[in-house]
């Protein structure tokens, strides 16, 4: 089969089938059947696209680890992906967790995030804008901010190659350039048809395929999904001065949307408008930059220690949910995960294993918000 890794691992009951498939290979079917390759499982991942691919929502050097969120559900995952990606250790000498701290300002209640951290021993601390700008030269403050420590970078494209190397060692097998046409839950197993004809069969499939959920598990009873194309971009620093990670919530009458952003060795600091991308098809996505110039207008504005002009644009999707809550649920023998709307990454570990929990355990449920419509 075109793209097999790992066809002499054992990674399947047989020729044909296998107790658990994860369909979607991108950092949450990655996180989820490493996960299972840790609770002594087998999974066979099964991703369309080659490995290294950037048509989805995973590739690129970094991700923000952004611990700063005021409810449960998150906080919960939170300390379950820490957890995670702790356990993943150095690679290449380095964590895949890079803690160098998040730094969030402007109109959103940061003492209600401090406290809600503070509640569970997370570090943080409210800083004046004089405070937050003496420790960061390269950027503006207009009011108070808060510094976490406890937070950083996941280096992205590290994390997708140690799980697959995990996976594979524990005796599972990932599948590149293997689409999947379609999914059959016939309550006795899953019938798993291929593009080149072929059929698989699966005790429990988890489907975690981002922007193409809707085509392919949408008789779930899943919430809108809305694929869009987000273009954030690398600015090169005027300094080698240290930089945060950060949120700015900017008023939305200067700018469309909250800004994120993060160090990225060799490649700059990167800046992006959290969710303003247009619309798109994932499979005709035309790749082009949007709001470069506004976002290059916002980086003149707010941070002195970037060169506005040397914007370099990254383009990936998000696949969102109507109010940015994640699904993470399980419908007979089918588990999902989608709709992570721009902010799962981060969270990719605990989501794997969540995930896992729902694929061994019929019992198991995810945090209420996260759950599918109750269907009667």
Known sequence: MAGRLGATSGGCMGADAAAVVVVGGGVMGLATAWELARRGKRPVVLERFARGHREGASHGATRNFNNAYDEDHYLDLLVRAREGWDSLGDVGGTPLLRLHGLVTHGDVDLRRIHERLAARGIPAEVLSAGEATRRWAGMRFDGDALWSPDAGVVRASAALIEFERRILAAGGDVRWSTPVAAI???GEGIDIALADGSHLRAETVVVTVGAWSRNLVGELGLPRLTVTEE???HFAPVDDAGWPSFNHY???AEYPATVYGMPTPEEGVKVGFHRVGDEVDPDARPHVPTHLDTLAGYVREWMPGLDATSAVPISCTYTSTDDGVFVLDRRG???????FSGHGFKFATGIGATLADLALDESARAAEPF???HVS
């Open 250 to 252: 900017v008023d939305p």
């Open 371 to 373: 759950r599918l419509p």
């Open 333 to 339: 023998r089918i588990v999902v995960g989608a709709g």
């Open 184 to 186: 059959d839950d016939r």
């Open 231 to 233: 273009t954030p971009a």
